[in-house]
Every structure is written in structure tokens, then in C-alpha cells.
């Protein structure tokens, strides 16, 4: 070869990239079963070949990238190395190579101690065994030789040409199959009635995890919300009213088709609307009835939902969050269509890039911890304002803000509010310490408080926000015939053993979220004790619009209980579904269904027909069972729920 440094420093580039594309892959490799066995849960088996194609384009493309900056960082070096430029070449090579080997072989060993359930301290000294042996390896000679030629056969002159021309030619094959499922999924849209509406605008506001006891609206103790506790004074407030799951996405997926989610079968964060299920919302009714839609959805894995229902939408922005991102910036490899799942490219593109900072927090999170929401709730509200700016009268606009949410990050203007020292000031010290397990000792509890109180900092922000937002539609006329709706996805918990949110056990901070309502022109303001579920809020806009409520819509609309103050006590039933471990292509068989009557709980599993029973006041402790003190109350819980649901696998208690 000759050593024209143009030529070297292609070679090296050529190299390099290889070098990066494999030991990428292999750590992909190492990953695949687990992931695959997650994506049977809500993909079809073409979907699954296409994403693994996808993966591995990626992956193909970083390690060409990581090469092309490798190679452009040591290009100075070589530059000046004009005798020995083949032999600088060679031993970047071979430092890559024992670099990617130190990295690929740890993580080999980092899931072998997974799989063996070794955790703490002897998990840190089986890895600092192993990174001891590997620095003695490259100490003895004969070692280190064949760890720094193993790659050897892959690093051929024609091998490595060939490795980078097929990783063009598989991104450049990528971004035509997307391109092309992407047209045929735009030429889907349907054409909007050309006729007015003849109801008020609507606007629909909701939180991701607000629980309602939080919320000084709702008699928390801390003044947390005052700006939305001003808009309830002239507004109708659901005192009992409870989300259709533990965490977003089918909960988010209840509130846009009005059906639980064993009936709209969205059971999975990464979930979306599929086939005729796609066709059953309310956003499409609200269109076809002569609404201007747009949403404004923040959460990410909210905003994946909702693009599964893009023809429902006249205005659907991608969520405002860390411009500009990797993702932004690779889109046309991951354009918008019906196959495969965004979702899961978005969520393993965010874990690798926060990869390295996570682990730098992990090691000192006072130092490296990120303080700094990436959705703050300000910008939400910022790109809500931006689509509404751009729709006339008869709008209908869904603004979900991803705060309150997890990590509890809140602004310099509300941060020591309510906590005043720098403690679980960061997303390491709040969150990533108590997950996967959701669930902590009571020896917690008072780091637990702690973290509430973040959290009730970041709703804060996200109240303040809130007044800002309303107080510049107020200014520019926009809430002149609009009726106002106010709500979440979730609630979250910091008691009873539970922490956050998507728990099986249903636990009531989980589940109890607010809804807000104010019709246009409304002066006074009502609380009303009706018990219900996410399932009425789809019917209740509908019959704000003036459109009738199709068959297939199981809720029933709240309009009949506005302005009705101290009514509904005891009365009402409100459905919770935990169906995460089931596929959605297969018949239900895991999970929990809970109902709650406004003073009683019943949670059902349905892989043991067992249940626990608890009065609504005890329903924060995720272990209470009380069944045993009242069988009656029981078997009318559990019959409600068999009925309400008669395709429930019925398994003996």
C-alpha cells in the first residue's frame, strides 16, 4: 500500500470502522435475545426482521462514524509521521482494537453476573478481577499480540472496503423502504368535513404521573398547584376519578378511544393503535365533524401513540425535547410509517446516548447528575401556543406535558421550594437508585419524602407554567367559547412501599388523577364525587362538540354531573387495567384488573383468580388485603369486574 498520507488515512478510516462495526454488533449480538423476546409482546414477526435490520444499519453507520472521527483526530499525527506512517496507521488499529475488546468482553461479563444474580460488592470485585487480568494480558507480549490481531481477518484491505460500501448501500436501501411505506401511509389521511363545527373549541391539557394527592386542589398540604386551583374555582372538579392504567401509553390510548385497554389492546409502553383499533378515536370523530385537531404531545412514547393516528390530526409536531438530538438529526432513517416501532429506535438510541453520562452519575451524581429537565414544562406549553397560533375557531387541541413525570427536575425558580437542601437533586439520586424493582423498604420512606418533595417542586413548575399558558390565551381571545379540560395519564406514589408508577398493584396515588372541566362562560365552580374512569372523558368531549357517540365507545359522558356540588358519594365504578406482560396478539392471561366503587378497591389477578380488598383510604399500601373482613363486598366487586369485562380469563381463587 502505498504511504501517501491521503491513502493511509483512508486505509485507516477503512479500519478503524470496521473495527467499531464489529465489536458494535457483537454487543448488539449479546443484547438480541432479550430484546426480541420484548418485542414479541407488541410486534409481529416481519416487524421484528425489519427492526433488527434497522438496529443493524445503525449500529453499521456509528462504527463508520466512530471511524471517521478516529481517523480525523489522529489524522494530524499521521500527517507528520511521514516515515513511519503505515506503522502509526497500524498501532491506532490495534489500540482500537484492544479498546473495543476491553468494552465488548466487559459487558459479556456484566450480563454473565446478571444472569448469576451476582449484585453489590461481589459483582464490583468479579469486574475489577477482570480488569486487572486484561491490563496484566497486554503486559505480557505473546498476549497481547493475539488480542490486538484477533480481528485480523476483518481487516483486509478488500474486507474493510467492502464492510463500509455495504453499509452505504444498506442505509441508502433503508431510507427508499422508508420513504416508500412512509407515502403510502400519508396517502392515507382522510379529508376533513368541509362544514364548521357547531360546538365550542375544546382544549384538552393533561399531565404525565399528576396524581391528584398532590395537588393542593385536592387538599395536599402543600400549595403546589395555585394557578390550576384558581382555574377550578369556576370549574367542575372530579373528586373520584382514575386512570385506565398504571403508565402512559395505555392510559393515553384509554383517553383517545374511550375503551379500556383490553379493548383498545394497547398494553405496552411502546404500544400502538392497530388495524380497526386505529380507527376507534375521537380525535377522527371530532375531524370528521368539522373540528381543526391538533395535539401537542410532549412524552415521547404519548407523542409514538399518537402518531399511529396521524390522519386524526390536522397539527402533530414531534415533542419538543433536547433540540437538536441525534434523532432529529437521523430522521430519514426513521421516517414516519405504520411498520416496525419508532418507539423502540427512539428508546435504544436515548439509552445510548445517555449511556456514558449515566454511568458518570451513577460513579458521583452530585458532580456528573443531570439538574436540568429535558422537557421542561415552559417549552411544552411554548409549542402548544406555536399550533394553536396556527389554528382558526372550531379547534380541538390536546397539550400533553411530560412534567410532573420522573426525574423530578424542576427550574432555578421553583428548585428548594419545598426541600431546601441539595438532596435527590438529581436523576441518579431520585430515580435510577429504585428501578427495575419499584418497590422499597420502609427504611426508605424518609429518602422517599425527599423525592416527593422534588417532584412537588417540578409540579410547580409545571403549574406556573400552566397559569403563564392561560393567562396568554385569555390575552389573545382564545378562551372566548372554549371549554377547558384539565387531567393526566397517571398518578404516582411515594408510599406504601411503592415508588413512582407503573406498578401491577394499582395502588390508589397511582391510579387518582384530576379532571378539571370548564364549559364556556361557566362562573361557579362545583365538586362533584362521582366515581369514574378515563373511559368517560372521550364521550364527555364528543357531547361538548355537538357529536353523537358511536357504539363501539364503552364510557359514558360526565356532562349530566357538571355544576352538580356534593353529589355522586358512593355512587359510580371506575376500571383500572395492568396488562404490560401480555402480547398483544395473543389471549389475555397476565396482569391485574382493579375496581374501584368510590369507597372500596378490589384488585384481581388473572393468572391466580385472586384478589386483595382494601377501603379507598388504605388504598396507598400495595400489600393490604382485607378481603377476609367483608367476603359480600367482595364477590360484588369481583362480579362487576367479570361483567364489565366477560372475555377476563377466570381463573379459581
Known amino acids: 500500500m502505498p504511504n501517501r498520507f491521503p491513502a493511509v488515512l483512508t486505509s485507516l478510516w477503512l479500519r478503524l470502522s470496521t473495527v467499531f462495526i464489529v465489536g458494535l454488533l457483537f454487543l448488539f449480538t449479546l443484547q438480541v435475545p432479550g430484546i426480541v423476546s420484548g418485542w414479541t409482546f407488541y410486534l409481529k414477526t416481519p416487524e421484528i426482521g425489519f427492526e433488527l435490520v434497522v438496529f443493524v444499519v445503525f449500529m453499521a453507520l456509528a462504527g463508520v462514524t466512530l471511524g471517521a472521527l478516529c481517523a480525523v483526530a489522529v489524522g494530524p499525527f499521521l500527517f507528520y509521521q511521514k516515515s513511519s506512517r503505515r506503522r502509526f496507521a497500524d498501532n491506532v488499529t490495534k489500540t482500537a482494537v484492544a479498546v473495543v475488546a476491553f468494552i465488548d468482553l466487559g459487558t459479556a461479563l456484566m450480563l454473565l453476573t446478571t444472569w448469576a444474580g451476582l449484585w453489590g460488592t461481589r459483582r464490583i470485585a468479579v469486574l475489577s478481577f477482570y480488569c486487572a487480568a486484561f491490563v496484566v494480558a497486554l503486559c505480557v507480549p505473546r498476549r497481547r499480540e493475539q488480542l490486538v490481531t484477533s480481528l485480523d481477518g476483518f481487516l483486509g484491505e478488500k474486507a474493510t472496503r467492502r464492510t463500509v460500501i455495504a453499509t452505504g448501500i444498506a442505509s441508502a436501501a433503508l431510507i427508499a423502504t422508508e420513504a416508500v411505506m412512509g407515502r403510502v401511509a400519508s396517502a392515507a389521511v382522510p379529508q376533513k368535513r368541509a362544514s364548521r363545527p357547531s360546538g365550542p373549541n375544546i382544549l384538552m391539557i393533561t399531565f404525565d404521573a399528576l396524581s391528584a394527592e398532590d395537588m393542593s386542589l385536592y387538599g395536599y398540604r402543600l400549595p403546589t398547584t395555585p394557578q390550576i386551583d384558581e382555574f377550578a374555582r369556576k370549574s367542575s372538579v372530579f373528586t373520584n376519578f382514575y386512570s385506565a392504567s398504571t403508565f402512559t401509553t395505555p392510559s393515553v390510548a384509554t383517553l383517545l378511544s374511550g375503551l379500556h385497554p383490553s379493548e383498545h389492546h394497547v398494553y405496552h409502553l411502546e404500544g400502538r393503535f392497530r388495524g380497526p383499533d386505529a380507527l376507534r378515536t ?10 381543526t385537531t391538533g395535539a401537542s404531545i410532549t412524552n415521547p412514547f404519548a407523542n409514538f401513540l399518537f402518531q399511529s393516528i396521524a390522519a386524526d390530526f390536522d397539527y402533530l409536531p414531534p415533542p419538543a425535547y433536547r433540540a437538536p438530538s441525534l434523532w432529529d438529526a437521523t430522521r430519514i432513517l426513521h421516517q414516519r410509517q405504520p411498520f416496525g416501532s419508532r418507539v423502540t429506535e427512539f428508546d435504544y438510541l436515548e439509552i445510548a446516548c445517555n449511556l456514558a453520562p449515566q454511568r458518570l452519575e451513577a460513579f458521583s451524581p452530585r458532580r456528573f447528575g443531570n439538574t436540568t429537565s429535558g422537557f421542561p414544562p415552559a417549552g411544552s406549553f411554548q409549542q402548544a401556543r406555536q399550533v394553536l397560533e396556527q389554528m382558526p375557531d372550531g379547534f380541538f387541541l390536546w397539550v400533553h406535558l411530560f412534567a410532573p413525570h420522573a426525574p423530578y427536575l424542576p427550574s432555578a425558580a421553583n428548585l428548594r421550594r419545598f426541600l431546601s437542601s441539595d438532596e435527590m437533586r438529581t436523576a441518579e439520586e431520585q430515580y435510577i437508585r429504585f428501578f427495575p424493582s419499584q418497590h422499597y423498604p420502609q427504611s426508605e420512606q424518609p429518602l422517599i419524602d425527599k423525592a416527593r418533595l422534588r417532584y412537588d417542586e417540578f409540579l410547580a ?14 390575552g389573545a381571545g382564545r378562551l372566548r367559547n372554549t371549554a377547558v379540560i384539565v387531567g393526566a395519564d397517571h398518578g404516582e406514589s411515594f408510599e406504601g412501599g411503592i415508588y413512582a408508577h407503573e406498578s401491577v398493584y394499582q395502588t390508589r396515588p397511582e391510579i387518582h388523577v384530576p379532571l378539571i372541566i370548564r364549559m364556556p362562560g361557566q362562573e361557579r365552580g362545583s365538586r362533584v364525587a362521582f366515581a369514574c374512569d378515563q373511559t368517560a372523558l372521550a364521550p364527555t368531549v ?15 359522558s360526565l356532562l349530566p354531573w357538571l355544576n352538580r356540588t356534593g353529589e355522586g358519594e358512593g355512587q359510580g365504578l371506575a376500571f383500572t387495567q395492568y396488562l404490560e406482560r401480555n402480547s398483544t396478539f395473543r389471549p389475555l392471561h397476565n396482569g391485574t384488573v382493579g375496581v374501584i366503587d368510590g369507597r372500596h378497591q378490589y384488585v384481581l389477578d388473572l393468572s391466580t383468580g385472586k384478589g386483595i380488598f382494601r377501603g379507598l383510604a388504605e388504598a396507598h399500601d400495595w400489600n393490604l388485603d382485607r378481603s377476609a373482613e367483608n367476603p359480600a363486598m367482595v364477590r360484588t ?17
Open 542 to 556: 364528543l357531547e361538548i362538540a355537538g357529536l353523537p357517540r358511536p357504539d363501539w365507545m364503552r364510557g359514558e
Open 461 to 474: 413548575d409545571a403549574d406556573c407554567a400552566f397559569g403563564a399558558f392561560l393567562s396568554w390565551l385569555e
Open 637 to 653: 366487586l369481583r362480579d362487576a369486574i367479570y361483567s364489565r369485562f366477560p372475555d377476563l380469563p377466570r381463573n379459581s381463587a
Open 282 to 291: 375521537f380525535p377522527r370523530l371530532m375531524r370528521a365533524g368539522g373540528y
